[in-house]
């Protein structure tokens, strides 16, 4: 199957571009803008009554639903991506996801160095995983565990550090999602960078790596839950191929605050080949 563009793909592209022209008219104010960011970051979405009280007008609403961009049924708002295939993309862009382009990804810095992570890293993963407590928007938890914790999480094959001379700057692991051996392959990313380190381009060769030894080791679905403000960890899993699946609305407390999260994931081109090339023909 093709990635490339030809004169005959952009001419049978033509009603794919009036989609994106019709659902961007419709987001012709903030107020709509900011209705749609508001109802996508909603598993179930909104009521009218939340829609009003917010800001936006029957106007707003009427024309958003008329552009296909939302559904409204008994009175609740909700995104219609399953009916308009461009509605993810633009919801993707409204929550950031879409800040780096895919490709990207292969331009990596060469003064990185990434290994498999040994005992004597241990305490350089958990201070860089207390500066990710700290930041506020990386994880749920408000107290650094103990490395054993991490070590009986973490598969044993599938953790790795990333130095800048010498020095630990980051960390990336995948965990299992289950102990049922049909859900094997299907794992829980985590990609932690040092404050120090942040810019550099650590995450992104962390997670590169990450991924081709998934992908070989026939790891077939790679997800991760990111919190909506963490538009820098967004992007990054964007840029590596990542797509959203859902938002899970008020999903856990952090400092007593309920807090949604973002769940994307990335399927191994590798281990669906044959059924995309099947679904091309």
């Known amino acids: 199957m093709s990635t490339g563009f030809s004169p005959e793909q952009n ?14 008219a419709a987001l012709a104010t903030p107020e709509r ?43 609740i708002l909700t995104v219609r991506t399953e009916a308009l295939p461009s ?30 992570l040994t005992a004597d890293d241990w305490d350089a993963v958990l201070r860089i995983y207390g500066e990710g407590i700290e930041a506020g928007n990386a994880t749920f938890d408000t107290a650094v565990p103990e490395a054993s914790v991490f070590d009986h999480r973490w598969h044993p094959e599938h953790r790795w550090v990333a130095q800048i001379g010498g020095q630990v700057c980051g960390w990336a692991s995948v965990s299992p999602t289950s102990v049922r051996d049909f859900f094997s392959g299907v794992v829980e990313v985590s990609v932690y960078v040092g404050r120090e380190a942040l810019g550099r381009g650590v995450g992104k060769v962390l997670l590169k790596h990450l991924i081709e030894h998934a992908d070989a080791a026939g790891l077939w679905t790679l997800q991760s839950s990111i919190f909506p403000d963490n538009t820098a960890s967004l992007a990054l899993h964007r840029s590596a191929g990542f797509r959203t699946v859902g938002v899970r609305e008020k999903v856990a407390r952090l400092h007593g605050v309920w807090r949604d999260t973002i769940i994307v994931e990335r399927r191994s081109p590798t281990h669906f080949q044959g059924d995309y090339e099947r679904a091309s023909r």
């Not at 001419?11 to 961007?24: D, H, L």
Request: charged residues 15%.
């Open 11 to 24: 001419a049978r592209s033509t009603p794919a571009s009036a989609e994106f022209a019709s659902a961007f």
């Open 87 to 116: 509605t993810q993309l633009i919801v993707d862009i409204l929550l950031g996801l879409s800040a780096i382009p895919t490709a990207s990804l292969t331009t990596v810095n060469p003064s990185i160095v990434v290994r498999k």
């Open 33 to 75: 803008v900011e209705l749609l960011h508001t109802i996508s970051l909603s598993s179930s979405g909104i009521s009218h009554r939340q829609a009003i009280s917010n800001g936006a007008t029957d106007e707003d609403i009427q024309a958003l639903a008329v552009s296909g961009l939302i559904g409204v049924r008994d009175e």
